[in-house]
């Protein structure tokens, strides 16, 4: 064996050595220097192949790349059992009793307004209404004219419209246009259905108003459909979202697509009618709007007015929750507030 290869040999066990007694992370990386790393021992020595005669070459060669191979995977080796060693020593450091059970962990939440929808929806639902899934995107004809809003109407200016490239089509202003296609749907067949859904009006955001909001519209068609029977669902409605006991009001308002057409109150869920700040000392909360479906969108839907009749109501979601939950400013409700959607959802 050439005096070279027996050098070779020697370090070759002497690196092995120094690899053993690695502790740390840092001294692996030391030792990957002093012998693998460009200037390593054992680089410099596999550089001296040269001076040894040719024939013997060949054999130092091989024998120092199975060297180089070995001393590398057995660092790979070291340095992982040297890492894991130090994490458990880490850990042990901090105290941690695995025995204790785990911290808990925080889940989401349904968003209010989902709620608030899914709470109606049950309501009406348990009281034979269907739920019918009603376009977002109307034309005028729909969202305004069938609905008793010809052209010019006055109505119109309540609802500020956000208006598309496309003539005559636009994001719906309430969910009363479902009624038409609801109608159209079943007509001359009796119906009872609700209407969920977004709407769009192009007004400023305050504290009572947003841009987009929630609704719910209901809708009864059938012979003999009367006022009475509008109350009953209402008072149904209010006991059962608001509490047992309940009481409403109506206050004559007006609509087009509704005649009569009234404003619904319901007695403070929190003074009980006393006066609050809540319901602004009035003893009343504002919950809907309702009348009789007007026969000229009774006619419009498909159905004779001299032989059906029929109610409708249409609420804000949000409103129902800021009344039910005390909330007095509906731009909470998409803020992204966390705080908000814990204390309410």
Excluded at 94 to 117: C, F, M, N, S, Y
Excluded at 220 to 225: A, E, F, K, L, S
Excluded at 295 to 300: F, K, M, S, Y
Aim: with cysteine; net charge negative.
């Amino acid at each position: 064996m050439s005096n070279l290869l027996q050098e070779l040999e020697q370090l070759y066990q002497d690196a092995s050595a120094a690899l053993d007694g690695c502790q740390t992370l840092e001294e692996t990386e030391a030792w990957h220097a002093a012998y693998l790393g460009r200037k390593g021992a054992v680089t410099a020595i596999v550089r001296g192949v040269g001076q040894l005669p040719r024939e013997e070459r060949p054999a130092f060669g091989k024998r120092a790349n199975e060297i180089k191979v070995t001393l590398e995977a057995a660092l790979r080796g070291r340095q992982e059992r040297v890492a894991l060693a130090e994490m458990e020593q880490a850990l042990s450091a901090e105290g941690i009793d695995v025995t204790l059970p785990g911290r808990p962990q925080q889940i989401g939440k349904l968003h209010p307004t989902t709620v608030a929808l899914r709470e109606i929806v049950d309501i009406f639902t348990q009281m034979g209404f269907e739920v019918f899934d009603a376009r977002e995107v109307e034309t005028d004809e729909l969202n305004f004219e069938l609905l008793n809003f010809p052209p010019g109407h006055p109505a119109r200016e309540m609802q500020d419209s956000f208006y598309t490239d496309t003539e005559d089509v636009i994001l719906r202003t309430h969910t009363s246009p479902g009624q038409i296609h609801a109608m159209r749907k079943y007509a001359p067949e009796p119906i009872r259905v609700i209407l969920p859904g977004k709407c769009y009006r192009n007004e400023d955001v305050t504290a009572r108003s947003e841009m987009m909001f929630y609704q719910v519209e209901g809708l009864v068609v059938g012979r003999n459909v009367t006022f009475s029977d509008l109350k009953g669902v209402l008072l149904n409605y209010a006991n059962q979202m608001y509490g047992e006991g309940r009481k409403i009001r109506f206050r004559k308002s007006y609509f087009p697509f509704t005649e009569p057409s009234v404003e619904v109150d319901v007695d403070c869920i929190l003074c009980g009618g006393e006066g609050c700040r809540v319901c602004k000392y009035t003893g009343w909360l504002e919950i809907l709007g309702a009348g009789m479906v007007h026969p000229v969108v009774l006619r419009n839907g498909g159905y004779d007015p001299a032989e059906f009749s029929g109610f409708a109501f249409g609420m804000g979601i949000e409103r129902q929750a800021m009344n039910k939950y005390s909330i007095d400013d509906i731009r909470y409700f998409y803020e992204n507030d966390a705080r908000f959607l814990e204390r309410v959802g």
